[in-house]
T-cell receptor
Framework: DAGVIQSPRHEVTEMGQEVTLRCKPI?????LFWYRQTMMRGLELLIY????????DSGMPEDRFSAKMPNASFSTLKIQPSEPRDSAVYFC??????????FGSGTRLTVV | AQSVTQLGSHVSVSEGALVLLRCNYS??????LFWYVQYPNQGLQLLLK??????LVKGINGFEAEFKKSETSFHLTKPSAHMSDAAEYFC????????????FGKGTLLTVNP
């Protein structure tokens, strides 16, 4: 298996633009998680899905953030409009029940 | 609710020396505990986990951790540090059972000196 695949690896965008981050989980995993990592706040859980259904989105910072999982092999995290304070590394992770997460390599987002 | 405190944001050891990274947790239910490692510009990789059973858990790369309920601790150790161990290490906790949401500590950056 190729692991959790995230795209793009790097994204630089201007303030106010829409940003879409993509994630392909490991086949057969039933949980998918979106985390954000910054120096100030560390790793923050944004949202997670179980069998494509959002379970907890209490970590989504604002209405500017939205996430979808239309099928078991794909998820997106969208920021619209983006702001400089959204600059961070965004990680997607998947897991099969309680076997621990497998993380993707992350998307480094810079909003200028 | 669960929380994790990692004592020491930066630990420096000499090559061949003992590695000890400290983690204390808070949980209202029996916890599941994890250690992850992150190398520069990469995602997090699972080192080891404790769910139930034996309290001494062995992981990859020679690391191990011991769950001590009385001390609410899950410290990570390795007898002899290698240069390749230099990375950031994260302790994490979940409520276990059907709750797979992980709460991470702030991380400890391990430096290994030659």
């Amino acid at each position: 298996d190729a692991g959790v695949i995230q795209s793009p690896r790097h994204e630089v965008t201007e303030m106010g633009q829409e940003v879409t981050l993509r994630c392909k989980p490991i086949s057969g995993h039933d949980y998918l998680f979106w985390y954000r990592q910054t120096m100030m706040r560390g790793l923050e859980l944004l949202i997670y899905f179980n069998n494509n259904v959002p379970i907890d989105d209490s970590g989504m910072p604002e209405d500017r953030f939205s996430a979808k999982m239309p099928n078991a092999s794909f998820s997106t995290l969208k920021i619209q409009p983006s702001e400089p304070r959204d600059s961070a590394v965004y990680f997607c992770a998947s897991s099969l029940s309680d076997n621990g997460y497998t993380f993707g390599s992350g998307t480094r987002l810079t909003v200028v | 609710a669960q929380s994790v405190t990692q004592l020491g944001s930066h630990v420096s050891v000499s090559e061949g020396a003992l590695v000890l990274l400290r983690c204390n947790y808070s949980s209202s239910v029996p916890p599941y505990l994890f250690w992850y490692v992150q190398y520069p510009n990469q995602g997090l990789q699972l080192l080891l986990k404790y769910t139930t059973g034996a309290t001494l858990v062995k992981g990859i790369n020679g690391f191990e951790a011991e769950f001590k309920k009385s001390e609410t601790s899950f410290h990570l150790t390795k007898p002899s540090a290698h240069m390749s161990d230099a990375a950031e290490y994260f302790c994490a906790v979940s409520a276990g059972g059907s709750n797979y949401k992980l709460t991470f500590g702030k991380g400890t950056l391990l430096t290994v000196n030659p």
